[in-house]
């Protein structure tokens, strides 16, 4: 899979139509493998649009996208996930890791944007040889399901939304688990509030929050991952599957999309004929707590 960014200087470059440079990134098994940099040599959304089909590129992150570009880049089979700001590494990490959220055509006077991806057709990446299967299923609103890729956005107030915020914070479960910390990456999470690049109750808990205030937040599954779904369980029979043998339960794994983008699925059950994968969200039906600060808001 290859995934293309609106880019400038290490960032997400926020015109999608006005961009000069993109940041293009080779993915296997759900991880970068190699990165270039394509002048765009100021081309129109739709030469834009054409120029990134004949690079071969499955999916474009973006800022600020309007309906033109859109319509371009669906002809193109182009994935796309608009309304991402900040690191451009970051954000396509983001993106593999299913935490990406899709804002839609967000520019009335510049380009485009599509509805995220389905998840057919999907063959496993994350293990030799594990065959293919069909129908992944849908997307739960504030979370992917565990198909990666972006999301439909949330709508609430806020003297933070739209703007740019840099949030350092540490998650934990509600037995004291740590799932997750920028404090051990070194540097703070940078997210445009409100355009729903992070799940509802975190992006929601900093919309009205003071520079230098610190917050610890509850997440019931509704305002994270939402809840997981039985229709993302899927049997197969291990003999029609090759290297499935080798599958141990709890297991987490990848299969491969119908553009190529790796699919993280779980083992959840398993006999001597039968294999059981679940690609709902691995946080799907958990409570969440957050301790989060705001340092800068650009």
């Not at 900040?86 to 839609?104: C, K, S």
């Not at 439909?152 to 509600?174: C, D, E, I, W």
Request: hydrophobic share 35%.
């Amino acid at each position: 899979m290859k995934v293309a960014v609106t880019y400038e200087q290490g960032r997400v470059f926020q015109h999608f139509g006005h961009t000069e440079q993109f940041k293009v990134y080779d993915v296997e098994d759900g991880k970068v493998t190699a990165s270039r940099i394509l002048d765009s040599n100021g081309s129109g959304h739709g030469a834009l649009a054409a120029m990134l089909a004949g690079e071969g590129i499955d999916v474009l992150i973006c800022g600020g996208i309007g309906g033109g570009a859109q319509s371009a880049l669906a002809e193109q089979g182009i994935e796309l996930c608009a309304g991402a700001s900040g690191d451009a590494d970051e954000a396509v990490a983001a993106y593999l890791r299913g935490d990406l959220i899709n804002t839609g055509a967000n520019c009335d006077h510049h380009e485009h944007h599509g509805e995220g991806h389905s998840c057919g057709d999907h063959g496993c990446g994350g293990h030799e040889d594990c065959g293919g299967h069909e129908d992944c299923g849908g997307h739960e609103e504030g979370g992917c399901g565990g198909c990666g890729g972006c999301h439909g956005a949330p709508a609430f107030s806020g003297k933070n939304v739209g703007r740019t915020v840099r949030t350092p914070y540490r998650g934990t479960l509600n037995d004291g688990t740590q799932f997750d910390s920028s404090y051990d990456r070194g540097e703070p999470l940078e997210f445009v509030c409100g355009a729903g690049m992070m799940i509802p109750g975190f992006d929601r808990a900093v919309a009205d929050m003071e520079i230098g205030e610190t917050k610890q937040v509850h997440l019931m599954p509704e305002e994270a991952y939402g809840e997981a779904d039985p229709q993302l369980r899927f049997p197969f029979e291990i003999a029609s599957l090759p290297g499935s043998e080798q599958l141990s339960v709890g297991q987490r794994v990848y299969l491969q999309g119908p553009g190529g983008q790796p699919v993280p699925v779980k083992v959840l059950a398993k006999d001597e004929t039968i294999i059981i994968l679940d690609a709902s969200q691995e946080m799907a039906g958990k409570d969440l707590n957050f301790t989060l600060e705001l340092v800068e808001v650009l």
